[in-house]
């Protein structure tokens, strides 16, 4: 991303590949004047991290990358004069950049900014004269070099002094946030990450903006921006199209700089769900929280940071305007936000590993699903296979399902995320109601209104929503009954209860903040192979998969805005041969102001921004 870069682990399968520098970074130059040849080794550490030695920088831009607002290092590992190793105890060094100047072979700085330096590193003897001091950096003199995927880079030129014995080496200092896996972090910067993450629980964005300024965003203004963009009854603005990555690429960004108005330290740290398992030290108490609470309403409860963390209240969302062509995305029936469909009465943020009755959902998607996506031929199939292979299983995992209604014999689909996804079809093209208002005790359910089964029959429901075939593929009897239709009917008229991380208010979960960084990366480095050359064959036509999909994610639009209540049962009008705003290549995204400019984007002018370089 333009401000940030991502290092660390990464799956198995593609680790040959990767970006996978972790905390040092190396340069070296070799020149020669008419008489010498020297060579300087460089490196910058971020103090704090072990080395990994990879080559990443070879695919990036810049000889080196420090981080912002934190101590830094600069070392010269190895000066050497034709073969010979020299003693840097004899020479002064100095280091020149972001107009400031720094003396010695290793040298402590910080740098505030993001942004691109030129640098300059001059050994010079130290009975050396005056008329040999260090000159201002002449940009026409920087060193060009030519850049392979693998391999060492070659120096072709290099400006020296007019004296023998002066040592020059020009390099680009990068200056970016560096995104790091979650487990990799020392203890002091997972310990400031989290507690600048509670604090979005507990401010509120008027307190929080009077603190640190108006960067700060709280949680529950991300959980109401991620309802809209998703929650709606036209459409999901968000997901399921050609401006999934772009979203979720923008959110995380957003969030990243509201963690950064408090602490400027701060980068987002993403986890490798491809190569982790339910037994991870990230569901530790005082990280994300436990995985899978053992009883409902499966609230955290693990005596850690997030246990009574309360869903916020929906009383400042409930008025909401029908000409918009939705439904209100953000207060279910208890008055919380939440989907308006997850009649979910609990407090408290829920997990649940298990897909209704189904069984334990505790394999999380692979490095095989990564590397399936990463194979991608073009744009389309890779924005496809990242929304529904990689990052859509790891929600359902950690959010889960549950609720009555579940046995309906025959009926199969009822174990399985079908159910959800087949009843959001049903919800958005009006078929199916949920009640607006419920009580603690009350049967707080979504249904099919008696009227629309009198008037169109179960099996004429189903196949104007294109769900006729769930009966093929999830009825254990196959009869093409009325009684099959109609079970299968009520089967998927109630979603029951969803966990925060499998609904539309999935950002109110903190662990929403860690999954998408490894699909941001991927599709990072995909660009950059593509972009070099290293991907011969590559599409990169804006687009979004395959129509196979359609059978449960609703490809068009349904305009609500006939429709006077939620009590009023006119139905919607749905055109399939749209496509939903948000997704569309010139198309303005719901993300502004990141270089503090007043700056907006299209879907292509963000798709440009977040390139990895």
Same mark, same amino acid.
Request: hydrophobic fraction near 35%.
């Given at each position: 991303?333009?401000?940030?870069?991502?290092?660390?682990?990464?799956?198995?399968?593609?680790?040959?590949?990767?970006?996978?520098?972790?905390? +040092?970074?190396?340069?070296?130059?070799?020149?020669?004047?008419?008489?010498?040849?020297? $060579?300087?080794?460089?490196?910058?550490?971020?103090?704090?991290?072990?080395?990994?030695?990879?080559?990443?920088?070879?695919?990036?831009?810049?000889?080196?990358?420090?981080?912002?607002?934190?101590?830094?290092?600069?070392?010269? *590992?190895?000066?050497?004069?034709?073969?010979?190793?020299?003693?840097?105890?004899?020479?002064?060094?100095?280091?020149?950049?972001?107009?400031? @100047?720094?003396?010695?072979?290793?040298?402590?700085?910080?740098?505030?900014?993001?942004?691109?330096?030129?640098?300059?590193?001059?050994?010079?003897?130290?009975?050396?004269?005056?008329?040999?001091?260090?000159?201002?950096?002449?940009?026409?003199?920087?060193?060009?070099?030519?850049?392979?995927?693998?391999?060492?880079?070659?120096?072709?030129?290099?400006?020296?002094?007019?004296?023998?014995?002066?040592?020059?080496?020009?390099?680009?200092?990068?200056?970016?946030?560096?995104?790091?896996?979650?487990?990799?972090? $020392?203890?002091?910067?997972?310990?400031?990450?989290?507690?600048?993450?509670?604090?979005?629980?507990?401010?509120?964005?008027?307190?929080?903006?009077?603190?640190?300024?108006?960067?700060?965003?709280?949680?529950?203004?991300?959980?109401?921006?991620?309802?809209?963009?998703?929650?709606?009854?036209?459409?999901?603005?968000?997901?399921?199209?050609?401006?999934?990555?772009?979203?979720?690429?923008?959110?995380?960004?957003?969030?990243?700089?509201?963690?950064?108005?408090?602490?400027?330290?701060?980068?987002?740290?993403?986890?490798?769900?491809?190569?982790?398992?339910?037994?991870?030290?990230?569901?530790?108490?005082?990280?994300?929280?436990?995985?899978?609470?053992?009883?409902?309403?499966?609230?955290?409860?693990?005596?850690?940071?997030?246990?009574? @963390?309360?869903?916020?209240?929906?009383?400042?969302?409930?008025?909401?305007?029908?000409? $918009?062509?939705?439904?209100?995305?953000? @207060?279910?029936?208890?008055?919380?936000?939440?989907?308006?469909?997850?009649?979910?009465?609990?407090?408290?943020?829920?997990?649940?590993?298990?897909?209704?009755?189904?069984?334990?959902?505790?394999?999380?998607?692979?490095?095989?699903?990564?590397?399936?996506?990463?194979?991608?031929? =073009?744009?389309?199939?890779?924005?496809?296979?990242?929304?529904?292979?990689?990052?859509?299983?790891?929600?359902?995992?950690?959010?889960?399902?549950?609720?009555?209604?579940?046995?309906?014999?025959?009926? =199969? @689909?009822?174990?399985?995320?079908?159910?959800?996804?087949?009843?959001?079809?049903?919800?958005?093209? %009006?078929? $199916?109601?949920?009640?607006?208002?419920?009580?603690?005790?009350?049967?707080?359910?979504?249904?099919?209104?008696?009227?629309?089964?009198?008037?169109?029959?179960?099996?004429?429901?189903? +196949?104007?929503?294109?769900?006729?075939?769930?009966?093929?593929?999830?009825?254990?009897?196959?009869?093409?009954?009325?009684?099959?239709?109609?079970?299968?009917?009520?089967?998927?008229?109630?979603?029951?209860?969803?966990?925060?991380?499998?609904?539309?208010?999935?950002?109110?979960?903190?662990?929403?903040?860690?999954?998408?960084?490894?699909?941001?990366?991927?599709?990072?480095?995909?660009?950059?192979?593509?972009?070099?050359?290293?991907?011969?064959?590559?599409?990169? *036509?804006? %687009?979004?998969?395959?129509?196979?999909?359609?059978?449960?994610?609703?490809?068009?639009?349904?305009?609500?805005?006939?429709?006077?209540?939620?009590?009023?049962? *006119?139905?919607?009008?749905?055109?399939?041969?749209?496509?939903?705003?948000?997704?569309?290549?010139?198309?303005?995204?719901?993300?502004?102001?990141?270089?503090?400019?007043?700056?907006?984007?299209?879907?292509?002018?963000?798709?440009?921004?977040?390139?990895?370089?």
């Amino acid at each position: 991303i333009l401000l940030s870069v991502f290092i660390s682990i990464v799956c198995i399968l593609l680790l040959v590949n990767f970006i996978n520098q972790n905390k +040092q970074h190396k340069l070296s130059v070799y020149s020669s004047t008419d008489s010498l040849s020297y $060579t300087i080794n460089i490196e910058s550490l971020s103090p704090g991290y072990e080395t990994i030695e990879l080559d990443s920088l070879q695919i990036l831009p810049w000889d080196i990358i420090a981080e912002p607002a934190r101590n830094q290092q600069l070392i010269i *590992t190895s000066f050497l004069i034709e073969d010979d190793t020299i003693d840097l105890s004899d020479y002064i060094v100095t280091w020149s950049f972001n107009n400031q @100047v720094y003396k010695g072979e290793s040298i402590e700085f910080i740098v505030n900014e993001v942004g691109i330096y030129d640098a300059i590193v001059t050994i010079d003897p130290i009975k050396k004269s005056k008329s040999h001091a260090l000159r201002s950096i002449n940009p026409d003199s920087l060193i060009t070099k030519k850049r392979k995927l693998k391999g060492d880079f070659d120096i072709n030129s290099v400006d020296l002094m007019s004296t023998s014995q002066s040592f020059e080496l020009y390099f680009t200092l990068a200056v970016k946030y560096i995104r790091r896996e979650i487990k990799t972090l $020392t203890d002091e910067d997972r310990i400031n990450y989290f507690n600048a993450l509670s604090l979005t629980y507990e401010l509120n964005d008027e307190e929080g903006q009077k603190l640190y300024g108006s960067k700060y965003h709280s949680a529950a203004y991300f959980a109401a921006k991620h309802l809209l963009g998703a929650g709606r009854t036209d459409c999901d603005h968000w997901h399921d199209g050609a401006g999934f990555m772009n979203n979720h690429i923008a959110i995380i960004l957003e969030l990243e700089q509201s963690l950064q108005a408090i602490d400027p330290s701060i980068s987002a740290p993403y986890w490798e769900y491809g190569y982790d398992t339910i037994d991870s030290e990230i569901f530790d108490p005082d990280w994300y929280g436990e995985f899978s609470p053992a009883s409902l309403p499966y609230a955290i409860a693990d005596g850690g940071r997030w246990d009574g @963390v309360a869903v916020p209240d929906g009383s400042p969302y409930k008025e909401w305007d029908l000409s $918009t062509g939705s439904l209100n995305p953000f @207060v279910n029936a208890y008055g919380m936000m939440r989907a308006p469909w997850n009649n979910n009465p609990s407090n408290f943020i829920s997990r649940h590993n298990k897909t209704y009755g189904g069984s334990d959902s505790t394999n999380f998607p692979g490095c095989e699903n990564f590397e399936d996506c990463f194979n991608s031929e =073009t744009l389309a199939d890779l924005n496809f296979c990242l929304n529904g292979n990689t990052h859509g299983p790891i929600h359902v995992y950690i959010g889960g399902t549950w609720g009555e209604g579940d046995s309906i014999d025959g009926i =199969t @689909v009822l174990n399985s995320i079908f159910k959800l996804l087949s009843f959001k079809y049903l919800w958005r093209m %009006g078929f $199916t109601r949920c009640p607006s208002s419920c009580s603690l005790g009350d049967d707080c359910r979504c249904s099919v209104p008696d009227e629309y089964i009198d008037t169109y029959g179960a099996k004429g429901i189903l +196949q104007k929503t294109g769900l006729d075939w769930l009966i093929t593929n999830y009825t254990s009897d196959y009869g093409d009954s009325d009684v099959d239709y109609y079970n299968m009917l009520r089967g998927i008229e109630d979603p029951g209860v969803a966990g925060e991380m499998f609904s539309s208010a999935a950002s109110y979960d903190p662990l929403f903040w860690g999954i998408h960084g490894a699909t941001e990366r991927l599709y990072g480095y995909k660009r950059i192979l593509v972009d070099q050359g290293d991907e011969e064959i590559f599409d990169s *036509t804006w %687009g979004f998969g395959a129509d196979t999909y359609r059978q449960v994610v609703l490809h068009g639009i349904c305009d609500w805005s006939n429709v006077k209540d939620v009590s009023d049962l *006119t139905l919607p009008s749905c055109s399939f041969d749209e496509e939903c705003p948000g997704h569309g290549e010139d198309e303005t995204i719901d993300f502004s102001n990141f270089l503090n400019t007043g700056d907006t984007y299209t879907n292509s002018e963000f798709f440009a921004f977040s390139h990895p370089w």
